[in-house]
């Protein structure tokens, strides 16, 4: 097999086609199909699902599973990484998880009641190997391309990825409003209409995980293995992963800015993530829509104004963080979110979700952005950027298990999905406050 120099043309871009490849879990799996989907279950009493002996609020289990699996990918990920960059075989993770993930999708679509052991063991998957799979991609960039590509190639993955994500859940849209189109049998009832529907999205499932699989193929075949150092795993290489992380944690002491900033974002990211994940789910079980037709083409609607228009937001945020300086602008944008909180609690038409998604959108790309390109500005002078951009991704999926364990728990409590969303305006404040207590003595 050929190998590509650095900074190739060819390695760059099958480097960033795998982001085509993979996109489509985070648009039809996380954000659109599937909640939806799950929406439709024959759950017991409404929404109750008989599990452990238990029955749980259906958003609730699917909060906890969720909170699992990012918990399992923060306490893997710096050991896994580790070993792979030790023995130089990163492409052979990538795989695994790209193909665990995959197959995970494809097993969505036995997902039943009867069957939700099976069900959630297939989601779960999914979620580990989108995301575990991503911490050997996104490691393969400085190996590459040279820094002054960087930013250019990861641009173009992210643009890749958008729109095959884009087509492909046009087509699913397609399939489930119009499944007769792809020779499914609809009937002549409504109800069997919905059935027909239903099983389009379970196909949906397959196409995801068909599409991630099949993409990826040229990914792998153009990059490279890794540098293979021929040495045996031992236990110090195991943790070494974890010793990195305490160095960073340790250095923090000397470097109050980037010590608070972390603390701030921590909190507020705890907030946005949770929102982000859920928003379909609430969309699908706490609005009011005229029927099963308009609910699947108003929440996938809903998802795709927010992806357009956080393109947008992050534009505008990344002026005015030129303008008015990075810290500001995250305050700014954080009232925004705890103010959203708030609203979300009394929406309950369809248009109402509408300008509460475009809200969501435009503040939703300016925070993510902004977060990452700020923690970047305040690290100190250091050759060991991965150790800690390794600390500020776990940093944030552990905020992650923290905020959706506190929000399923809230919603199986309560029994609605309205007192969790207001319960997460404390992260927001606490995050503002947490922002104003930065240091501005460094140049944003």
């Given at each position: 097999m050929t190998q590509f120099e650095k900074g190739s043309k060819k390695l760059l871009n099958a480097w960033a086609f795998y982001d085509w490849a993979n996109s489509v879990y985070t648009l039809t799996i996380a954000s659109t199909i599937f909640p939806i989907f799950y929406g439709t279950l024959n759950f017991v009493n409404g929404n109750q699902v008989p599990i452990f002996g238990l029955e749980i609020k259906n958003t609730a289990l699917i909060s906890f599973i969720t909170a699992f699996a990012f918990l399992v990918v923060a306490f893997t990920s710096p050991?896994?990484?580790?070993?792979?960059?030790?023995?130089?075989?990163?492409?052979?993770f990538m795989k695994f998880f790209c193909y665990l993930?995959?197959?995970?999708?494809?097993?969505?679509?036995?997902?039943k009641i009867e069957h939700i052991y099976w069900g959630l063991l297939f989601y779960f998957f999914g979620l580990i190997g989108y995301w575990s799979s991503l911490v050997f991609y996104n490691s393969y960039l400085p190996d590459i391309a040279y820094p002054e590509q960087q930013d250019k190639i990861s641009a173009k993955g992210f643009s890749m990825g958008y729109i095959g994500s884009i087509l492909l859940l046009i087509t699913n849209l397609a399939m489930v409003l119009y499944p007769q189109w792809f020779g499914f049998d609809i009937g002549t009832t409504e109800e069997q209409k919905n059935e027909a529907a239903i099983e389009a999205m379970r196909c949906s499932f397959i196409t995801v995980g068909i599409w991630w699989i099949l993409f990826s193929q040229y990914t792998f075949y153009v990059l490279p293995k890794g540098v293979s150092?021929?040495?045996k795993v031992t236990k110090d290489v195991i943790f070494n992963g974890f010793k990195e992380l305490k160095k960073?944690?340790?250095?923090?002491?000397?470097?109050l800015q980037l010590k608070r900033y972390l603390y701030a974002f921590f909190v507020y990211s705890m907030a946005v993530q949770t929102i982000m994940l859920v928003a379909t789910y609430f969309g699908e079980q706490e609005i009011e829509w005229g029927g099963e037709e308009e609910k699947t083409m108003g929440l996938i609607v809903s998802i795709l104004v927010i992806q357009l228009l956080a393109i947008v937001g992050a534009v505008l945020t990344s002026r005015?963080?030129?303008k008015f300086g990075n810290i500001k602008t995250l305050i700014a944008v954080n009232f925004v979110w705890m103010t959203m909180c708030f609203v979300a609690y009394?929406?309950?038409?369809?248009?109402?979700f509408y300008a509460t998604a475009s809200m969501v959108g435009l503040v939703m790309g300016g925070i993510q952005a902004l977060s990452r390109s700020t923690y970047s500005k305040f690290l100190p002078e250091t050759k060991d950027t991965t150790s800690y951009f390794s600390f500020f991704d776990v940093s944030e999926k552990i905020g992650i298990v923290i905020g959706m364990v506190l929000y399923g728990t809230i919603d199986q409590v309560t029994g609605s999905m309205r007192n969790a969303i207001v319960?997460?305006?404390?992260?927001?404040?606490?995050?503002i406050i947490l922002l104003f207590r930065v240091p501005r003595y460094q140049k944003e």
């Open positions: 050991i896994l990484s580790g070993i792979a960059d030790f023995v130089g075989n990163k492409k052979a993930g995959g197959l995970g999708c494809i097993g969505l679509y036995w997902f150092k021929g040495r960073v944690w340790e250095a923090l002491k000397e470097n005015a963080s030129a009394f929406v309950t038409t369809p248009y109402q319960f997460l305006f404390i992260f927001f404040l606490l995050g």
